[in-house]
């Protein structure tokens, strides 16, 4: 994985630098394309930065100021690129992403014709970056940090790496009254067993950067409620 060379930082990699640095005083954000979807290209944390021992006082900082943002995790990573490769999903759609981080599936989204993209995310650093990577990518999100604040109907919802907390897992039972169309892609847990979500189709997906994690986190799983042809006459 390796940045894109400039010889000039941008102003919005010059700002998430300097929000990354909140939580490591040497971090700096670097501009990747994604290894499943080379086309769509973000924001993250430069690796060179975390190959290393951290201190208490930086494991700390990283446990309050945790930079989720900061990284591709594999769902999304996943979801944008099977978004993409089914733009027939977004054209035309009002698409909400629910717990955006980097909002990759929300340029994604934009990226494959959506009408209009709401991404949604109670860190405000995570709205930055959203707002940032969109302007990479030469589209447009809307950005909000509460659910509440969505007005009018929301043709298709997309959620990735959300479940994990298990905070988040009332969310599931909300999706399907907020949306026409639901699609959850993750690969910290099977929702497999939560009426009314049925799997309907798994593929491999990295963390970028490589956090070296176990390869169960590789195999991200899609997920929606009731429809289970939610892919038919969506191929490109």
């Known amino acids: 994985m390796t940045a894109s060379a400039t010889l000039t930082e941008s102003p ?3 700002r998430l630098t300097r929000l990354l640095q909140k ?8 501009v990747f394309p994604l290894e499943l979807c080379p086309s769509l290209r973000l924001y993250l944390i430069v690796p060179d930065d975390m190959d290393r021992r951290f201190s208490p006082d930086e494991v700390h900082s990283i446990l309050e100021i945790p930079p989720y943002w900061a990284f591709c995790w594999a769902a999304g990573h996943g979801l944008a690129a099977f978004l993409l490769e089914h733009p027939r ?3 035309g759609k009002r698409v909400l992403d629910v ?3 980097s909002g990759v599936a929300a340029v994604a989204a934009a990226m494959a014709g959506a009408r209009e993209v ?5 860190d405000a650093d995570a709205l930055v970056a959203v707002l940032a990577n969109a302007r990479l990518n030469g589209v447009r999100v809307e950005t909000c940090m509460d659910l509440d604040e969505v007005r009018g109907p929301v043709d ?4 990735s790496d959300v479940f994990y907390d298990r905070a988040n897992r009332p969310l599931l039972d909300a999706f399907p009254g907020m949306a026409r169309e639901v ?7 099977s929702i497999s067993d939560v009426p009314p979500y049925g799997r309907i189709f798994e593929m491999e997906a990295a963390t970028l950067p490589d956090l070296r994690e176990a390869d169960a986190f590789r195999h991200v799983g899609f997920y929606t409620p009731g429809r289970r042809d939610l892919l038919s006459g969506s191929a490109s």
């Open 12 to 14: 919005d990699q010059e």
């Open 23 to 30: 939580t490591l005083p040497d971090a700096r954000a670097g």
């Open 89 to 91: 999903l977004c054209e």
């Open 99 to 101: 717990g955006a981080g």
């Open 118 to 122: 709401l991404a949604c995310d109670t």
């Open 156 to 159: 298709l919802l997309l959620a």
């Open 183 to 189: 699609l959850v892609a993750d690969a910290r847990v």
